[in-house]
């Protein structure tokens, strides 16, 4: 993400979140650390399906992806990165667009069924910034400024409301590995470890800045430990060691978890985008393709769904450099073998095409909610309806099958 100066920023949010330090009243608090379920999927309520949050930081170009290949305002405004019928396999049910090779899995489970691509998805009065859109979309909120004591993010909501358990989300950058905390260098991660264990040990929790502390020492060491009691076991089918391995290895802990959160970055392609793709886009692909056969090699792939999504999409014209800026309406892609498979939303028209960046029709919280709704059985108001906020919850078409 070189070509956008923003990276360069430190995040205070963002830095306060990994650490733990931010938990507040919404922190994990429990007095006995116990295995939720004995097998995998067992919990209160629901219906124990397993939902996968693949984030692609950076600003995924979906027209990259999913390319409306035949219309010729797509080719004149992207003379180098056009996708061409050579690049790409068309859509079995709309053979106007097609997706790029370089993501065969996803070319074949979308034959199979097995991909549902919500077309032109965002939010009211799109946000430019690369961390402000992705705490919209990972805080579930519109105005962020106004959220009347909203401090979690969705997916934890929908934990303390419906299975308060300490396991029932996981994020793959947050536990289990003690060296991924977002300390900035080894010598101060064991510093602030240190710290954390002392002022941890044998202390009454008596006011919510040291109970904040022991929640994080306890969430970092002592349940960090659990899961990789739980993990070492794991096999997998390849040897990528990516953030999809890592989602598959806490998949198979058997500790009831609901919903596993991970990320992939890199997709700030404002310069050379076509020789950042040929690297990017492999790596997704493989990943992926490693953990859909840790699946079904645990007998869990029919009970997954996993959902990639993106903080915007990218402007519809080239730069000069050759990539693409930040847009606004992107795509979101649900894979697994109980989606309603083929396109939803609004299909990329030439209207849409000749607007800077691509438009949105559908509201990203109307597809998170379909999957806490239709895929895992929960009633998604208390976790979206917010803040006094509200948002179009019409998709158009059932998400799941």
Known sequence: MKGCAEWKMLNRRSFIAKTGLGVGAMALADPVLHTVASTYGETKGGTGDLLVLCQLNGGFDVLSFLAPYKNSVYRSKRPVLALTAEDLTPLPDNGDHGINNLFPVF?????????????????????????????????????????????????????????????????????????????????????????????????????????????????????????????????????????????????????????????YGGFDTHGSQDQAMLDLFPKLNDHFAQFVQDMKNMGMWERTCVCFYSEFGRRNEENGSPGTDHGHGGHMILVGPRVNGGLHGQTVSTGDLNEPSLPFYVDFRAVFASCIQDWLGFDAKPVFEVGGETYDTNIGSSLFS
């Open 107 to 263: 070319n074949q489970l979308y034959s199979e069924g097995q991909v549902a691509i919500v077309q032109q998805v965002g939010y009211p009065d799109a946000n430019g910034s690369h961390f402000e859109s992705q705490e919209i979309y990972e805080f579930g909120v519109r105005n962020l400024t106004g959220t009347n004591g909203v401090g979690a993010k969705w997916y934890e909501r929908l934990r303390k409301t419906y299975f308060d358990e300490p396991f029932g989300v996981l994020d793959t950058r947050s536990v289990g590995d003690p060296q991924r905390y977002g300390y900035p260098d080894r010598t101060y991660r064991q510093a602030a470890q240190d710290a954390f264990g002392r002022l941890s040990a044998g202390r009454e929790t008596t006011n919510p800045k040291r109970q904040a502390i022991h929640d994080a020492f306890n969430r970092i060491n002592v349940r960090g430990a659990q899961i990789r009691e739980k993990t070492e076991g794991f096999e997998s089918s390849g040897e990528l060691t990516g953030e999809f391995f890592r989602a598959a290895q806490l998949a198979s802990a058997g500790l009831g978890t609901q919903v596993i959160k991970l990320s």
